[in-house]
């Protein structure tokens, strides 16, 4: 995982980057005990972190970038529910068999793959869930001008198996100039499986 992408953009990304539609949140919510503990992988300036803080879920705001963690520190100043953790997708430095959700928005084409399913094995408690989060322009698989693979096609070859999406939606965000931009969001829940060479769709 880069740690160093971010840095020096983290209050333009802060405002430019469009939040999560409510109704996802409430999709996730509907996935996990009422007690469950999350771990945010790749958390940003706390997007995501923020919405599962306000359900009373413990969660853990796992960020490598300095510059991103100083916004983060003030998303989620309010919620002693919340903890943040310097640690990667590949080494979030979480505790073994500690949580019981492992979420990555737009994130997930950033990580070492492989590494970071053994290492949602290692923290996931049994059972545990793996929910990858992309929110893009409909029909923007690939990173323009980038090698990188999108969340969407991260996601896709995280689980190797295409087309297993869950929950989708579509709605708009408006523009401080005034323009109207359609947005896709999409979530992909994985269920750890004993079987160590596999994740299975939910």
């Known amino acids: 995982m880069n740690t160093e992408a971010f840095t020096g953009k983290a209050e333009a990304y802060n405002k430019a980057r469009p939040g999560y539609p409510e109704e996802a949140i409430e999709y ?40 991103m963690r100083r ?11 919340a903890e943040i953790v310097i640690g990667t997708a590949e080494e979030t430095t979480l505790s073994d068999n500690s949580v019981d959700v492992v979420t990555c928005a737009q994130a997930l084409g950033w990580f070492d793959l492989k590494v970071f399913r053994d290492e949602c094995r290692r923290i996931g408690k049994r059972n545990a869930i793996v929910i990858a989060i992309h929110n893009e322009t409909p029909g923007d698989d690939h990173v323009p001008g980038s090698h990188r693979l999108s969340s969407k096609q991260a996601a896709e070859l995280f689980l190797r198996i295409r087309q297993c999406l869950s929950f989708q939606t579509r709605y708009t965000i408006q523009g401080k ?26």
């Open 71 to 81: 916004i983060l520190a003030i998303t989620l100043a309010a919620y002693p529910n």
């Open 28 to 67: 996730i919510r509907s996935l996990v005990p009422p007690n469950a503990v999350f771990a945010d992988i790749g958390a940003g300036t706390g997007m995501l972190t923020e919405q599962i803080a306000k359900g009373g879920h413990t969660v853990y705001a796992v960020e490598p970038n300095d510059d």
């Open 177 to 202: 100039d005034g323009s109207k931009e359609m947005r896709q969001f999409q979530i992909i829940p994985y269920r750890l499986t004993p079987d160590t060479t596999r994740i299975s769709n939910i």
